[in-house]
């Protein structure tokens, strides 16, 4: 078996590495070449560079590896990063997935496809329209959240035209270590660790504490994105979540608690959204029925990520 993974050297796309190699999988990573200096090296796997907006490369590089499964995590991926980046991130996520999906139509129309899609597509969503099921209307309010739309529905249509069999995960907040501190938890952590080490003065600078979030650990949402290519249906929506949801306050609060650090937590304007959903919580019904089970707790998650930035802090 051989799996094809874009954004191999990316959080989510680094973890499927180390699950498909557990498989015994012959394993290609897709990565820009800006991106070697993130790349694991304990990761036992070829890397092919080349960058998915360049339609030629793709279609070369897929008749040439011919992959059985192919896993594409590569994105602009940050919900926050969206509002300054709008153009590049329709580019990439929009743009990209049709460049990887036709090159999968094109060499190996047999090969599955697990395309990345987000929570961030459900938007305009009430407190109580919580828990999220596939199938209410999607409405997103950020521009991360349309390219989201834009390549879940890519994705239908090369599965509902043309017969690939295309995966749609739509992934909550993942959290795992290795990650760059361009999303809350990250940046807290990154911040906890560099006041513990007395590099930084005791204030937290954050942005609004009030949302919560359904968030994942990135080892738990690998495995439930596995068992839906094993288990589930090709243009089939699944919410890859845990059902349950913290607010960003409550994060904060145990980030603090386990670094051992009081500090003064200061409301910072450049880290404000225009629009943030008070809450974003899944229905992972479909992801159960799947065989899914939670491994891992948020306060140990947490804790994984806390350590790995008092490592990187050094």
Not at 22 to 49: F, Q
Not at 301 to 313: P, Q
Request: glycine share 8%.
């Amino acid at each position: 078996m051989k799996v094809l993974i874009t954004g191999s050297t990316g959080m989510i796309g680094g973890a499927f590495v180390s699950a498909c190699r557990e498989r015994g999988w012959d394993i290609v990573g897709l990565s820009r070449s800006t991106s070697a200096g993130r790349l694991r090296l304990d990761y036992d796997h070829r890397i092919v560079w080349s960058d998915m907006l360049d339609p030629e490369a793709m279609v070369r590089i897929f008749q040439q590896e011919k992959p059985d499964t192919v896993i594409h995590m590569a994105a602009q991926a940050f919900n926050g990063s969206s509002w300054d980046l709008e153009q590049y991130t329709h580019q990439a996520n929009i743009l990209g997935s049709r460049h990887i999906l036709n090159a999968a139509r094109t060499a190996c129309p047999q090969s599955k496809v697990l395309l990345a899609c987000s929570s961030a597509e459900y938007g305009d969503v009430l407190p109580a329209d919580c828990p999220l099921v596939e199938d209410r209307p999607l409405r997103p309010i950020t521009p991360y959240g349309v390219s989201k739309v834009a390549t879940e529905c890519l994705g239908y249509q090369y599965f509902k035209n043309y017969g690939l069999p295309v995966y749609l995960p739509r992934l909550f907040i993942h959290v795992g270590t290795g990650h760059p501190p361009a999303t809350a938890i990250q940046n807290f952590a990154r911040q906890v660790a560099l006041i513990a080490k007395g590099r930084s003065e005791p204030v937290m600078r954050v942005g609004r504490l009030d949302p919560a979030r359904d968030f994942i650990d990135v080892r738990d949402g690998v495995n439930g994105m596995m068992r839906l290519l094993d288990n589930g249906q090709p243009g089939w929506p699944v919410n890859i979540c845990t059902g349950e949801a913290v607010t960003i306050r409550q994060v904060l609060g145990t980030l603090l608690e386990l670094g051992g650090v009081k500090a003064e937590v200061r409301e910072e304007q450049s880290l404000l959204r225009p629009s943030d959903e008070p809450l974003l919580l899944g229905d992972n019904s479909r992801l159960r029925q799947l065989g899914w089970i939670r491994r891992y707790p948020i306060r140990e998650t947490l804790a994984a990520v806390l350590h790995d930035w008092m490592n990187r802090v050094n």
